[in-house]
């Protein structure tokens, strides 16, 4: 169904219970979705110590594994296991994380994701302050001539997408935005907020 409204991700939020509060879904379940899409599965891992899990979710059928900076304490290896393992490479981190923290690293990723809520749940509202983190990773990508993408997660809807946009976001993540109400409608609605 997430095909045919032109969606191109499909952002799958891993969560362990321990570096967040919440528990959802695992390789199994990517696994599991793999043969019914070919959207590119984009695996956001909010799980403690992320390096013991790169392989069952290349195994799974990952396209892209994205961890947290603040969750392992061995990053730059981390990262190097993801390419190794036939992925793409993302590394997140939270609102209150200063760019500082990944700046070591950002010549092995293909994006950066920047969580616009602390991380977690879903339906949370989305924190405008991000927005200058946003403008300062672009500046930043342009000063060490880099390529990765600028992703945004959390609060996503057609009012908050203008200011992630505008600040230099180039892929977005929506989730309880499309799936409250009518998803082909909901999708039509940011796809357009995102032209305006």
Partial sequence: RLEKTGVEYVHIDVMDGHFVPNISFGADVVAAMRPHSKLVFDCHLMVSNPENHIETFARAGADILTIHAEATVHLHGTLQKIRAAGMKVGVVINPGTP??????????????????????????????????????????????????DIEVDGGIDDKTIHSAKNAGANVFVAGSYLFKGDLDANVAKLKAALHD
């Fill in 99 to 148: 760019l500082v923290t990944i700046e070591p690293v950002l010549n092995l990723v293909d994006q950066v994701l920047l969580m616009t809520v602390n991380p977690g749940f879903g339906g949370q509202v989305y924190i405008p302050e991000v927005a200058e983190k946003i403008a300062d990773l672009v500046k930043l990508r342009e000063a060490k001539g880099l390529t990765f």
